[in-house]
């Protein structure tokens, strides 16, 4: 019996780790740079960009903004037929995002100051014209950030193009792995509890109960950003709920295991 919770204690734990990024990236960004201000032109696709700041790929200026990043995209890879392109921003700044000097989309709104700004997701996803030509295309960011309250070291952003059968955000097959998981966490946490309090208070089922309670938090918070997706000045209180049944989950399990298989605490 024993041997068998232990199993599936760690079959959860792998579960828990099952997590994946959507797809995969079919843009390559080459020829970065940035500068400081805001100006209605600067999205041109053809603008002279010789005053301005080089800046490695995928990196942004440690600025509030607000300020513009321009560079290359390179799109590459084979067209879906019967799927609509689009493009994926990710960022620690509220962005207005513009693909050969249109602007495609919106994610918050740039701000001056802080009261002005209003933060945007940290993931958005932009619709893109259905015949999306492959090769070098302009790309443009208008970016604040008045409202992050950590330092990243260094700042980035993630452009990616993908092709979507449907347009909308939701549950991939990426997450079935994580959801099965917690689905089996919060029955184990029930039962052991019910076990607790019905039948024997042993220990090790109120360990148990607690440690799979954990599990399901901390699935909770790592879901929170693909299924339901929060403004970027979320992300520090993400990151800190992680941490905490992080911690959690990892005090909880040797503590079950030594009560468990009855090896005694050091």
């Not at 994926?88 to 802080?114: H, N």
């Not at 030509?133 to 990243?152: C, I, M, N, T, Y």
């Not at 919060?186 to 052991?192: D, E, F, P, Q, T």
């Not at 109960?209 to 993400?238: F, H, K, M, P």
Request: charged share 15%; aromatic share 12%; with cysteine.
């Amino acid at each position: 019996m024993a041997s068998n919770r232990v199993l599936a204690l760690c079959a959860l734990l792998v579960l828990t780790g099952c997590l994946q990024d959507e797809g995969a990236s079919r843009l390559k960004i080459e020829d970065t740079v940035y500068r400081i201000g805001d100006e209605p032109g600067w999205s041109d696709p053809d603008l002279d960009e010789s005053t301005w700041t080089p800046i490695s790929p995928n990196l942004l200026p440690s600025q509030a903004g607000p300020y513009w990043v321009r560079g290359q995209a390179i799109v590459s890879g084979t067209p879906l037929a019967g799927r609509t392109p689009f493009l994926e921003l990710s960022c620690f700044a509220s962005a207005d995002l513009y693909w050969d000097g249109r602007l495609t989309g919106q994610k918050g709104r740039v701000g001056k100051t802080r009261a002005e700004e209003e933060p945007g997701p940290l993931d958005a996803i932009f619709t893109l014209e259905p015949d999306l030509e492959q090769g070098h295309h302009k790309f443009a960011l208008r970016l604040s950030s008045h409202h992050l309250d950590f330092d990243p070291d260094p700042p980035f952003f993630a452009l990616y193009v993908g092709y979507h059968p449907v347009q909308g955000n939701g549950p991939s097959l990426n997450d079935i792995p994580a959801l099965a998981a917690f689905g089996a966490a919060l029955m184990g946490a029930a039962w052991s509890l019910l076990a607790f309090l019905l039948y024997r208070r042993q220990t090790s089922n109120l360990l148990f109960s607690l440690l799979c309670l954990g599990v399901c938090a901390l699935l909770i918070v790592e879901l929170w950003r693909g299924l339901l997706g929060y403004t970027y000045d979320y992300q520090l209180i993400r990151m800190r709920l992680v941490f905490i049944f992080s911690i959690w989950v990892a005090a909880l399990l040797p503590w079950y295991l030594a009560e468990q298989l009855e090896l005694g605490l050091p």
